[in-house]
């Protein structure tokens, strides 16, 4: 289904909320003023020199932004290719690119009078960006959580705790992220006056996945900027995993219409895209309604939607963002797949090469590149986002390794 | 005149609301589901409105979650949930059944098909609840075009402004959502609930029902003063629960319980004006 080239890849979504025929606004009537009152909110504060340069401040005190972006000797050597470069954003506070877009829209929510934050979250990485800025400007946050997953990430709803948050563990479907996500609309259908949903990824109905990527854009225009400051020139391949999309459009969005940089997005194949258990949407899935927008979902014939498999909490979605499907069907960027196995391997290899431990969702990306790098020549530059460290994931290698902690 | 239209009419003249019941198609299986839906009307059940299961049911409260999850492992489908409408019809050629549902199993048995197999199996009209108005080249707008009629949640959150938006493709009935939230969650506030209906009424001819709260025959009672119609979905699906054994299967008594509460709460909303 390849459309005609359009002259930007960067001006979508349109007034209804579309990227091509992705996107949209598949909601409940209770929920669509919100989402317009939403939508309203979110372009004035667009305009505003003041909210911006909140955000900037915020950005650069609180998160740490701009994160490094750090050529890797060690990895470049061993792969023998591709001179390999990583965008940092692992380094921020809270420990992934989650926290740029949560401030944003936080502070969206304050400007619309919201006292009440909601949010899901499925590694839990989402969660506890949304649990540490309701604790900063003290609002209440109740976090949304698959049973499954509160299980299997620990940590993170320990920390989420210390931080104030209410954790609601889901146990309605199949408890992980999908249903925490449909448990998070029903808080909000019933608590409309007070509450604003905090979106975690580029999915939702418009106005989320822009929102979300705009947010989340920070990680491409720096990575542009300091690319060339260490280069002279822009990067030959960016390489970036998927779980609903968003660090990997915060990278790619500006970069979209530099014909020349080839675009890769890393979905979660999980025992293999030929099996039932994975994540991997595009490669495995087709277009359908879910979460407010039309998308590529793993679905049956009947359009009931399947259940995600990833080692990767974060991964684990059924869905993905629908820009990333319209990019898909317009060929600006390719969606690979990487499986558990492999992800595994990169982690450990990323930990051992460069002293970096990497969230399992980046050495997803890793594990592509690793694929990729040696075919390239040593003068080519390829740039991994390492969205998120792997702190809140060693219990979970340490079970894949047959390692007891 | 539509099934539905004469419906509405008929009672009209009686000084009657309508009961409006809502079950799940397939729950707990198909044979069980379509034996209840044939003593629906009998029972006092003016409209039927059936649910088309889904795994993701994001206006749904945990009743109405769960008997989507009992059908989808009994093995219904949306062709399924057609047939049912097909045997139904051979012998009840007069209730009006409305389908009500999400969007996405539609969209994947192709809408042109479904609105075609809708049509031709006997269904009266839709309710799609993940279709805004902003939505309405999907379905809404063929399905008018075909004969069917598109219900439209209005609900608390629909403002005087926004109104005419919602009411604008809608046909058959206007369903009033009684609450903020999902279904079978909170009581609604008959008082609140009057107001709207009114506000409502002044901007359309069309009958309003109301549901999503509304769970005793008491309650009932009280929306039928003021609405055309009266819903009840997670009540009855409740009911429906309650009539399963453990293991799953239908209890022998399952007919006979659920229909004894159907009868409740359709007696109670027809004797309200009296
Ligand atoms: C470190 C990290 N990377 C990636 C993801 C996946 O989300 P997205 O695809 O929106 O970046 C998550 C989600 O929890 C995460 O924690």
Redesign the pocket.
């Known amino acids: 289904m390849t459309a005609h080239a359009p002259n930007s890849f960067r001006t979508g979504p349109d007034e209804k909320g579309r990227f091509g025929t992705f996107g949209g606004r598949f909601v409940a009537e209770t929920l669509m003023p919100l989402i317009l009152e939403l939508e309203t909110a979110y372009n004035e504060a667009k305009q505003e020199r003041s909210f911006k340069a909140e955000m900037e401040n915020l950005w650069r005190n609180y998160v740490g932004r701009p994160s490094p972006l750090y050529f890797a000797p060690r990895l470049t050597e061993h792969l023998g290719g591709a001179k390999i470069y990583l965008k940092r954003d692992?380094l921020n506070h809270t420990?992934?690119?989650?926290i740029n877009n949560v401030l944003g829209q936080i502070l969206l929510a304050r400007r619309m009078g919201k006292t009440r934050i909601i949010a899901e979250?499925?590694?839990?990485?989402?969660g506890v960006a949304t649990a540490t800025v309701c604790a900063k400007f003290g609002l209440k946050c109740v976090v949304y959580m698959g049973a499954t997953d509160v299980e299997r990430q620990k940590p993170n709803v320990f920390r989420m705790k210390l931080l104030g948050a209410e954790i609601v563990p889901v146990t309605s479907g199949r408890s992980t992220l999908k249903d925490a996500m449909n448990e998070a609309l029903r808080d909000w259908v019933t608590n409309v006056e007070d509450t604003f949903y905090c979106i975690?990824?580029?999915?939702g109905p418009h106005p989320y996945p822009a929102m979300?990527r705009d947010f989340?854009s920070v990680i491409g225009w720096e990575a542009k900027g300091q690319m060339k400051h260490a280069e002279g020139r822009l990067p030959d391949v960016l390489v970036?995993?998927?779980?609903?999309?968003?660090?990997?459009?915060?990278l790619f969005h500006p970069f979209l219409d530099d014909a020349d940089v080839r675009i890769i997005g890393v979905e979660a194949g999980g025992k293999g895209v030929d099996t039932e258990e994975h994540a991997a949407s595009l490669t495995g899935g087709r277009p359908g309604v879910l979460h407010g927008n039309r998308t590529y979902l793993l679905q049956d014939e009947d359009g009931q939607i399947k259940e995600a498999h990833s080692i990767?909490?974060?991964?684990d979605?059924p869905g993905?963002?629908p820009e990333h499907s319209w990019l898909k069907d317009m060929e600006r960027v390719e969606y690979v797949s990487v499986t558990d196995d492999e992800a595994l391997k990169a982690f450990t290899l990323c930990c051992e090469m460069e002293g970096i431990i990497p969230?399992?969702?980046?050495a997803h990306a890793l594990a592509h590149v690793a694929k990729i790098a040696p075919e390239m020549e040593k003068d080519q530059i390829l740039l991994l986002n390492m969205?998120?460290?792997g702190d809140?994931d060693i219990f979970t290698v340490a079970e894949a390794l047959g390692t007891e902690i | 005149m539509s099934r539905i239209e004469k419906r509405f009419a008929a009672l009209k003249d009686k000084n009657q609301a309508a009961f409006v019941s809502f079950t799940m198609a397939g729950d707990p299986n198909y044979d069980t589901s379509l034996d209840l839906m044939k003593a629906l009307p009998k029972a006092g059940v003016d409209i039927i409105e059936l649910g088309m299961p889904f795994t993701d049911p994001m206006a749904d409260g945990p009743a109405i979650q769960l008997a989507g999850q009992r059908a989808i492992k009994g093995g219904q489908t949306l062709k399924k949930t057609l047939d049912m409408v097909t045997a139904f019809r051979k012998t009840d050629d007069e209730t009006p059944i409305v389908l009500m549902g999400y969007y996405n199993p539609i969209f994947i048995h192709g809408v042109e098909d479904f609105i075609a197999n809708a049509k031709a199996a006997g269904v009266d009209g839709l309710i799609v609840v993940d279709l805004p108005p902003e939505e309405d080249d999907e379905l809404c707008v063929p399905a008018r075009a075909a004969g069917l009629d598109f219900i439209r949640l209005a609900t608390p959150t629909t403002d005087e402004k926004r109104l005419p938006k919602v009411l604008e493709n809608t046909s058959g009935f206007v369903y009033y959502v009684s609450i903020t939230g999902i279904t079978g969650a909170a009581t609604p506030d008959e008082n609140a609930v009057g107001k709207a209906v009114a506000a409502i009424k002044e901007k359309t001819e069309l009958p309003v029902a109301v549901g999503f709260g509304v769970s005793t025959p008491e309650q009932a009672a009280e929306i039928a003063k003021v609405a055309d119609g009266v819903v009840v979905g997670s009540a009855i699906v409740r009911s429906m629960a309650d009539a399963l054994t453990v293991a799953g299967p239908p209890k022998k008594s399952f007919q006979k319980d659920v229909i004894s509460a159907v009868k409740k709460l359709a007696n109670a909303t027809k004797r309200a004006r009296k």
């Open positions: 692992e420990g992934a690119h989650k979250t499925g590694a839990g990485q989402h975690g990824t580029v999915a979300v989340q970036a995993c998927i779980g609903g999309g968003s660090n990997a459009m915060g990767s909490a974060g991964l979605y993905i963002g969230a399992l969702e980046p969205c998120g460290r809140k």
